[in-house]
């Protein structure tokens, strides 16, 4: 069993709806969460960091934590064609600043006009 | 701009030929990071460094090389003795802390014939 699961879609949504992303993990120590965008032959570029557990907004992003399910999410409204990427979350324990950072595979997002 | 640049984008090369990967940033980070990346797999550590002069192996060192003589820089030698070299090779760098998020280039993509 993988660390970090995540759907890798694809997913496929009108322009205007709700995005719901999400992941599960194993390693209850992860304390350090992130989500990352990537756009087709980029590196993927930092969205979302959050740490313990909670709710974190920026803009028309949401990055949410549950650690008790060992669950997060990040939700996008009022989703435009230009959030077509691929999605990737990430996490870490933190223990030192040695600790490895694990990644989900990635969903891939296309958003319809 | 502080970022990070990786070249080339793309790079071929003939099988049996070792082949570096060339990473520079300007964000004044400590620690560098080298990632293959292949589809459904997500982002896989190659090796990292968080000082000068000093490196650690990641998940799937082998065959591959690092050096690191300067902050700045921290080029990847792929060597004819990594059995499946194709693939996406993005570099990154943090500051040295405890759960610290990474920043990224935008990747080279390397194919081997």
């Known amino acids: 069993q993988k660390e970090v699961e995540q759907d890798p879609g694809p997913l496929s949504v009108p322009e205007g709806a709700i995005v719901s992303l999400n992941c599960t993990y194993s390693?209850?120590?992860?304390?350090?969460f992130m989500w990352y965008r990537q756009y087709s032959r980029k590196g993927p570029e930092l969205l979302m960091y959050?740490?313990?557990?909670g709710n974190k907004e920026d803009g028309r992003f949401t990055a949410q934590v549950d650690k008790s399910s060992k669950y997060i999410s990040l939700f996008i409204r009022d989703s435009q064609p230009s959030d077509s990427a691929t999605y990737l979350c990430?996490?870490?324990?933190?223990?030192?600043?040695?600790?490895?950072?694990?990644f989900g595979s990635g969903t891939r997002l296309s958003i319809r006009p | 701009d502080g970022g990070i640049t990786q070249s080339p984008k793309y790079l071929f090369r003939k099988e049996g030929q070792n082949v570096t990967l060339s990473c520079e940033q300007n964000?004044?980070?400590?620690?560098m990071y080298w990632y293959r990346q292949d589809p459904g797999q997500g982002l896989r550590l190659i090796y990292y460094?968080?000082?000068?002069?000093?490196?650690q192996k990641g998940d799937i060192a082998e065959g591959y090389s690092v050096s690191r003589e300067k902050k700045e820089s921290f080029p990847l030698t792929v060597t004819s003795a990594q059995k499946n070299p194709t693939a996406f090779y993005l570099c990154?760098?943090?500051?040295?802390?405890?759960?610290?998020?990474?920043?990224f280039g935008n990747g080279t993509r390397l194919t081997v014939t």
């Open positions: 990154a760098s943090s500051i040295v802390d405890r759960g610290s998020p990474l920043h």
């Open positions: 390693n209850s120590a992860f304390q350090y």
């Open positions: 959050t740490y313990s557990s």
């Open positions: 990430a996490m870490s324990a933190g223990y030192s600043s040695a600790s490895k950072i694990i």
């Open positions: 964000l004044n980070h400590d620690a």
């Open positions: 460094s968080q000082i000068v002069n000093d490196f």
